[in-house]
């Protein structure tokens, strides 16, 4: 099984941007529990969001809540996340990741317990 996150990019504060995992080695994306994670500079990794299958549902961290957007297209065996109104604090390596299912921790630095497989990441830097 392999994940390659691209997209990451230097941009400003307010401007959007788009990732995309592509993943290879695992039958029927739509029915995989994907995820994306991110870490910042001296922070332990979190959970952003993730699509639980055998729910059919997706989560969001408070924080991206109405600002990212997570999405598949299955026929690319890629997943996307759309984030738009970028802030300073969103600086981070963002990863995406699949597995068994998503944490229904608490606290989101627990979200990638469950996840059996990761990309190395993108590096996203939002700054003035």
């Known amino acids: 099984v392999q994940l390659v996150e691209s997209g990451g990019a230097s941009v400003q504060p307010g401007d959007s941007l788009r990732l995309s995992c592509v993943v290879s080695?695992?039958?029927?994306?739509?029915?995989?529990?994907v995820g994306w994670f991110r870490q910042a500079p001296g922070k332990e990794r979190e959970g952003i969001s993730c699509?639980?299958?055998?729910?059919?549902?997706?989560y969001y961290a408070d924080f991206v809540k109405g600002r990212f957007t997570m999405s598949e297209d299955n026929a690319k065996n890629t997943i996307y996340l759309q984030m738009n109104n970028l802030r300073p604090d969103d600086t981070a390596v963002y990863s995406c990741?699949?597995?068994?299912?998503?944490?229904?921790?608490?606290?989101?630095?627990?979200?990638?317990?469950?996840?059996?497989?990761w990309g190395k990441g993108t590096l996203v830097n939002v700054s003035s």
């Open positions: 699509f639980y299958a055998f729910h059919g549902s997706t």
């Open positions: 080695g695992l039958d029927y994306l739509e029915a995989q529990t």
């Open positions: 990741a699949a597995g068994r299912r998503c944490s229904g921790s608490y606290y989101y630095t627990d979200w990638g317990n469950d996840m059996d497989f």
